[in-house]
């Protein structure tokens, strides 16, 4: 990725300069995908070579999940670290909801140290993916909070995040249903409805 030779670097488009992300995004956990999207082979340009190709390929029966935040309560950020003559690059990924359920404290709980794959999108229309095969997202930190006054917000914020370049651009398919073994037909409730061979396989 060092080999690129030199180009304009120009200002973004001034039609779509919105900050923020839109309320929701996707997750899906590392070991329930069977193909992740990939950078190309030779990237012509620096545009390409942070855009990735293809789209995910779930295992059977696993699918994207959505993951509710507040409005204008959630938050990308990346920036380097490590030395100048080594410097890598972190993703972090912002979630807060007010008067959290117990469905989303059970998330942490259960997923603080699992791997997981984050699609998130901003206004401006971009979709980013945060983590990728080889260094997947996972939850960094969290913190739960009542305030001390009845005017106050129940709250929790967990920051996922993912480590060694900026989170790529995916334009790819967003799987939200479960998927199933090559040569089956499923309906519009994904239910299976005819193998390979044309054979009815509901009772």
Not at 105 to 117: E, I, L, T
Not at 165 to 177: C, D, R, T, V
Request: net charge negative; proline share 5%; aromatic share 12%.
């Amino acid at each position: 990725m060092c080999d690129f030779d030199a180009e304009d670097i120009l200002a973004g488009n001034e039609c779509h300069k919105e900050g923020g992300l839109l309320g929701v995004a996707y997750y899906a956990f590392a070991e329930d995908i069977e193909e992740w999207p990939s950078l190309p082979n030779s990237p012509a340009n620096f545009a390409e070579s942070a855009t990735l190709e293809g789209d995910f390929v779930m295992k059977p029966g696993k699918y994207f999940s959505m993951l509710e935040s507040e409005l204008e309560m959630s938050e990308y950020k990346g920036e380097g670290q490590g030395s100048i003559s080594a410097l890598s690059a972190i993703g972090r990924h912002t979630f807060r909801q007010v008067a959290p359920s117990s469905q989303v404290v059970g998330f942490v709980n259960a997923n603080k140290n699992r791997r997981m794959a984050l699609v998130f999108e901003g206004y401006d229309g971009s979709r980013r993916l945060l983590g990728k095969q080889s260094w997947p997202a996972r939850i960094a930190s969290f913190e739960e909070g009542t305030g001390q006054k009845l005017a106050e917000e129940r709250y929790i914020t967990f920051v996922m995040d993912a480590g060694k370049s900026l989170p790529f651009y995916y334009a790819g398919e967003i799987p939200l249903q479960p998927s199933t073994p090559e040569g089956i037909i499923v309906d519009e409730f994904g239910e299976d409805i005819v193998d390979e061979f044309g054979n009815n396989i509901i009772e």
